[in-house]
């Protein structure tokens, strides 16, 4: 059976590293074994994608992270070599230079890029295999030398479903009233990307004033500690505790399972559909749109993100939300409709399966000429971090 060196940025609970770790379990069924590590420095306290790992029967480890593209590659080959891998897998596309000069060194494995960003930094290496997860980028990539595979963050449309998790004692836990409408976000508590949205969301509730709508946020992260701030403020202004911050969870499916509504992006987002949750999808900087049949077609293209902000975005999000919490019919319309929209477009046995043919096809064809295509790029790109550190060296 071939093995696979997998190499994430993170063991933090978060939506790429989650993908990760349920794909490495789905390719089983295609022969493939896997082994994930990740930097030892972004482990954190209390729940961690170690629980993630342990759950799903995927091998976890961690590594020193290096402080050079070189000490990277000795730690990358070492492990290829302790682990007899026979592919390189690696989340991002910006830790790929040690993978590319250490275990795939003059194409003695082959290297698949997992790039679930919403852009492909142009000094990416163009011959080895790439895994993007939103349309646009395959479409804008299509002609690259080495490929291009779409393979959406992917949700096991069995486990993450309404009819399957209880959500009793995740409310019962914090102590919601059982009655109340719940809006809810699983997200990272992160100024990167994250932020904004939770603060509107925060805001929005507040703006909304209903004394049987709460809103709870799942996650941590460095905004924690602001976010928690606005919470407590909105809380007074209200005269209870309509938002509640629940903290990290190993295994968030309670929480979706508790929702009315569901707040989020990306990989969240996607889970939010499988559990027949209707949706507002959140952007980074201060955007939001409900995910209907009208507009399921672009959310999806974009992979539930967007750049994009709003004159104001609480209002707009006050405008998302008021509608729903407003109507049982409408809930259970687009709820209904995102289950069938999730298991038609992104259930973990397809992922799966296309993440096997990349894996068949890297192994075929990546070898010694293709390594080398790149090296120019690869020279450029060390000349030119030379240059800047000579620059800045006083």
Not at 167 to 182: C, D, K
Not at 269 to 288: D, H, M, N, Q, T
């Amino acid at each position: 059976m071939p093995r696979i060196l997998v190499q994430l940025n993170s063991l933090a609970l978060g939506g790429t590293q989650i993908n990760a770790v349920d794909l490495a379990a789905a390719v089983r069924d295609y022969g493939y074994e896997s082994v994930l590590f990740g930097p030892t420095d972004t482990l954190p306290r209390g729940p961690s994608l170690f629980d993630v790992a342990a759950e799903r029967g995927v091998e976890l480890g961690e590594f020193e992270r290096p402080t050079s593209t070189m000490g990277g590659a000795r730690t990358m080959a070492r492990l290829a070599k302790d682990h007899q891998a026979d592919l390189i897998h690696v989340y991002g596309s910006w830790t790929s230079r040690p993978a590319w000069w250490g275990p795939c060194l003059l194409g003695r494995r082959p290297l698949v890029l997992t790039v679930y960003e919403m852009s492909v930094d142009p000094m990416t290496p163009r011959n080895t295999g790439l895994i993007v997860g939103t349309k646009y980028l395959e479409e804008d990539l299509a002609t690259r030398p080495g490929g291009i595979e779409l393979i959406s963050p992917p949700v096991d449309v069995n486990r993450d479903d309404s009819r399957r998790v209880s959500a009793r004692g995740f409310v019962e836990r914090l102590g919601l009233h059982p009655e109340n409408l719940r809006v809810v976000m699983v997200t990272r508590l992160d100024e990167e990307m994250k932020a904004m949205g939770i603060r509107c969301a925060i805001r929005a509730i507040g703006r909304i004033g209903s004394p049987t709508v709460d809103l709870v946020i799942v996650g941590t992260g460095d905004a924690r500690e602001g976010l928690g701030q606005l919470a407590e403020q909105v809380n007074e202004e209200q005269g209870r505790r309509a938002i509640v911050l629940a903290g990290p969870m190993a295994d968030p499916r309670a929480a979706y399972a508790a929702a009315d509504v569901m707040i989020g992006m990306g990989g969240s987002a996607a889970r939010s559909l499988s559990f027949g949750k209707p949706l507002v999808v959140a952007g980074e900087s201060g955007w939001f749109k409900t995910f209907t049949p009208q507009s399921a077609k672009e959310l999806f293209r974009n992979s539930f993100w967007s750049p994009e902000s709003m004159r104001d975005p609480v209002e707009a999000l006050v405008g998302s939300l008021k509608p729903l919490l407003e109507s049982d019919a409408r809930r259970e319309e687009l709820g209904s409709f995102g289950r069938e929209f999730a298991e038609l477009n992104f259930g973990l046995p397809a992922m799966a399966q296309r993440l096997a043919a990349t894996y068949d096809k890297a192994l075929r064809n990546y070898r010694l000429v293709r390594w080398c295509r790149d090296a120019p790029l690869e020279l450029a790109h060390a000349r030119r971090r030379f240059v800047e550190r000579r620059e800045n060296t006083p």
